[in-house]
């Protein structure tokens, strides 16, 4: 089984990720956004190459985070369309999984972003950017099964 875990920055998609690998014993992958170039240009093949050889893994962030973080960071939108994200959910379909979908208050979300010390998303404008893009994307058709954890300040 695939799990991915996505959401803003804030939204506890860690801890979801930590907590699901050790109750599940499944192998845990921290993904993050391409460091140059290079990295980008093989993203999608990279999904596809861990997907082909992947059983029972959980994603903290796969290719959602590009496609919202991506463009408001200035980098090719083309980098993760909506074909190719379709076409790794359809992997993912194949194999059993689903896509968890972190999310909360913007304003929490943001303050715990804040008080963490994050310093990938400059300001509160960038933000609210990202947020406003998971939410676009999460509520589009999924051939995977999107299952909603709303983060709540305990």
Known sequence: MIIIIEGPDGAGKSMLAEKMAKQTGYKLIRMSY?????EEKLMAGNYLQMLKSAKNIIFDRAWYSEMVYGPIKGR????????MMYELETKVAQMGGLLIYCTGQ?????KRATERGEDYV??????????????????????IPVVYYGFNEV
């Not at 391409?34 to 290079?38: A, D, F, G, L, V």
């Not at 090719?76 to 074909?83: E, K, Q, W």
């Not at 913007?106 to 943001?110: G, R, V, Y």
């Open 106 to 110: 913007k304003a929490l979300l943001w």
């Open 122 to 143: 400059q300001n509160k404008k960038e933000f609210d950017k990202i947020y406003d893009g998971y939410e676009q994307l999460m509520n589009i058709p999924h051939l």
């Open 76 to 83: 090719d939108p083309n980098i993760m369309s909506y074909p």
């Open 34 to 38: 391409p460091k140059n170039e290079e």
